[in-house]
T-cell receptor, first 113, second 113 residues
Framework: DAGVTQSPTHLIKTRGQQVTLRCSPKSGHDTVSWYQQALGQGPQFIFQYYEEEERQRGNFPDRFSGHQFPNYSSELNVNALLLGDSALYLC????????????FGPGTRLTVT | AQSVTQPDIHITVSEGASLELRCNYSYGATPYLFWYVQSPGQGLQLLLKYFSGDTLVQGIKGFEAEFKRSQSSFNLRKPSVHWSDAAEYFCAVGVYNFNKFYFGSGTKLNVKP
């Protein structure tokens, strides 16, 4: 049973560019949350997707957007990249009504130069 | 506003010694509390969670945590630390029916031989 997978593992982008990160949830999970973890910090909640809709959002600008597909996989898009967007982006999946345990992927390390 | 505070950035303990990691939260309603562990290059793994009931909860790898409402705390403990416990530990609170999570900034644990 595959856990949460994320791609790519590492990514280097230039300021102003756009990036798309991908996440496949653990088998059977229907909810996906995205987090940004800056170096030396705890994860910060970006947003959560359920039934292909964003249902909760953290304090992130509209440059951060997402999508959930019918197979529950998800994408995180970041437009107009800033140096401060450099971080580890974590995806977590869970099952609605399933005890609320989140399973985290290994993350995508984004570096903005 | 909701927040999670982990006052200790780094802690060093000797192998075999006991461990207590501190966590304080700020949330107006009943909190749903979690402890996660993150090893270098890995995603977060859930150690234990508190929703309600018994205020002393047992988790994996011999960890336990005690919820103290009067102190707004959820400290993590282990009676005897192993070298493999060296990692970073994060406390988190779930709000809005678990649709949003707040993490502390983490405590990095070093274990001396």
């Amino acid at each position: 049973d595959a856990g949460v997978t994320q791609s790519p593992t590492h990514l280097i982008k230039t300021r102003g560019q756009q990036v798309t990160l991908r996440c496949s949830p653990k088998s059977g999970h229907d909810t996906v949350s995205w987090y940004q973890q800056a170096l030396g910090q705890g994860p910060q909640f970006i947003f959560q997707y359920y039934e292909e809709e964003e249902r909760q959002r953290g304090n992130f600008p509209d440059r951060f957007s997402g999508h959930q597909f019918p197979n529950y996989s998800s994408e995180l898009n970041v437009n107009a990249l800033l140096l401060g967007d450099s971080a580890l982006y974590l995806c977590a999946s869970s099952l609605e009504g399933g005890g609320y345990e989140q399973y985290f992927g290994p993350g995508t390390r984004l570096t903005v130069t | 506003a909701q927040s999670v505070t982990q006052p200790d950035i780094h802690i060093t303990v000797s192998e075999g010694a006991s461990l207590e990691l501190r966590c304080n939260y700020s949330y107006g309603a009943t909190p749903y509390l979690f402890w996660y562990v993150q090893s270098p290059g890995q995603g977060l793994q859930l150690l234990l969670k508190y929703f309600s009931g018994d205020t002393l909860v047992q988790g994996i790898k011999g960890f336990e945590a005690e919820f103290k409402r009067s102190q707004s705390s959820f400290n993590l403990r282990k009676p005897s630390v192993h070298w493999s416990d060296a990692a970073e530990y994060f406390c988190a609170v779930g709000v809005y029916n678990f649709n949003k999570f707040y993490f502390g900034s983490g405590t990095k644990l070093n274990v001396k031989p």
